[in-house]
Each structure stands twice: as C-alpha cells, then as structure tokens.
T-cell receptor, first 114, second 111 residues
Framework: GAGVSQSPSNKVTEKGKDVELRCDPI?????LYWYRQSLGQGLEFLIY????????KSGLPSDRFSAERTGGSVSTLTIQRTQQEDSAVYLC????????????FGPGTRLTVT | TQLLEQSPQFLSIQEGENLTVYCNSS?????LQWYRQEPGEGPVLLVT?????EVKKLKRLTFQFGDARKDSSLHITAAQPGDTGLYLC???????????FGAGTRLTVKP
C-alpha cells in the first residue's frame, strides 16, 4: 500500500510569495500532523488534525501559516508572504490512533526562500 | 520549552562502542516511541513502548520505558556506522489525544 506522500519534494520561492505544500496521508488514518525541521534540528510541531475535531494550531509560528484538511484526508499547508526564516523541511505524518498510533512520515518538502 | 527533553543532543563515538541516549519529561505518557531519521528522509519508527518498566530489544538496540512512564532510554550495543542518524522520541498522551516529539539526539558512529 501507498505510504504518506508529499508534494512538491522541493520548492524554491522568492521572499514575499505564497506557497502551498500538500500531504496525502495513508488511507484510513484519522490523525495528521505537520512539522517543520530546520537544518540539523529536531521536529517543530506546527498543527495537528484529528478526525472532525477542530485542529490544534498551537504550533503555528505566525498568522502567515495556515493549514486545511479536506474530507478528512488530503491536507494543505499554506505559507503566505514567505520569509527567509521559513526555509526548512516540512514533514507530514499520519497515524491511525493519535495518542498511541505510530506516525508514518512522508519524505518532506524542502522549502527554500530566496 | 520542550515537553520531552532528549540527551545528549550530539554524540560521536567509534564503531564498536556502546551508548545510551535518554528521553525525559515531567509528564506521564500513555505510550512512547523512538524513531530514527537519516538525512533527506522522514523519521522511521523503531519501537513503541506502552507499559511502565517495559523493555524491548531490537537486535543491538534496547529500549526501556520508565516505571512511571515519564522517561525512556535507548541503549545501543557495539554501535556500527549504519546506526548513524537522528534519534527522536515521541510521547503520546490520551488526555490530549496527540503525540509530541523531543528535539532528538544526533548520533555519529565513526568507522
């Protein structure tokens, strides 16, 4: 079966432009996470979706960041007016049960803001 | 402030040495997981522990969950260059129905 997929794999954008990053989770997984990982660093939690509940947005670093999950499946992370400090790898993960479920990660999207 | 504190942050050892890395918290977790991440890839799950005091072995890797379910350790015996990577722990809390990651231990095993 297919794992978590993310697109694009790489994105180079100019400062001030908006970008959209996509995540296709494993079918049937109810929990979906977005993380940011700067070079050589651990995972920074951004946002968490669980079923039809309101998402936990507590990790979003600013109001330029937003995310949606349509139909309980595909998710899109949008960054508006990108800044150079937004450059990082953005990882998506999904799991069947949030608190006990193993997270399956996508390969990530490497975002470079020039 | 990290919910899960991992130590050491960096570790560089010679092939054949043993090592232990730690994951500590003041919170109680319903489960705890260890992941390894290699450059250019997403983290990959190594193990899940759910019972206080639980010990799991995966070849040369031994994972232990603390009795109070607040901490965990990963011990590697006779480390090999292939063990090189970023080791991340993640804790699950039923009360808030999510899991959070520590910052990781970056291990380098030199041949």
């Amino acid at each position: 079966g297919a794992g978590v997929s993310q697109s694009p794999s790489n994105k180079v954008t100019e400062k001030g432009k908006d970008v959209e990053l996509r995540c296709d989770p494993i079918s049937g997984h109810t929990a979906l996470y977005w993380y940011r990982q700067s070079l050589g660093q651990g995972l920074e939690f951004l946002i968490y979706f669980q079923g039809n509940s309101a998402p936990d947005k507590s990790g979003l670093p600013s109001d330029r960041f937003s995310a949606e999950r349509t139909g309980g499946s595909v998710s899109t992370l949008t960054i508006q007016r990108t800044q150079q400090e937004d450059s990082a790898v953005y990882l998506c993960a999904s799991s069947f049960l949030a608190a006990r479920g193993e997270q399956y990660f996508g390969p990530g999207t490497r975002l470079t803001v020039t | 402030t990290q919910l899960l504190e991992q130590s050491p942050q960096f570790l560089s050892i010679q092939e054949g040495e043993n090592l232990t890395v730690y994951c500590n918290s003041s919170s109680v977790f319903s489960s705890l997981q260890w992941y390894r991440q290699e450059p250019g890839e997403g983290p990959v799950l190594l193990v899940t522990v759910v019972t206080g005091g639980e010990v799991k072995k995966l070849k040369r890797l031994t994972f232990q969950f603390g009795d109070a379910r607040k901490d965990s350790s990963l011990h590697i015996t006779a480390a090999q260059p292939g063990d090189t990577g970023l080791y991340l722990c993640a804790g699950g809390r039923v009360s808030v129905n999510d899991m959070r990651f520590g910052a990781g231990t970056r291990l380098t095993v030199k041949p």
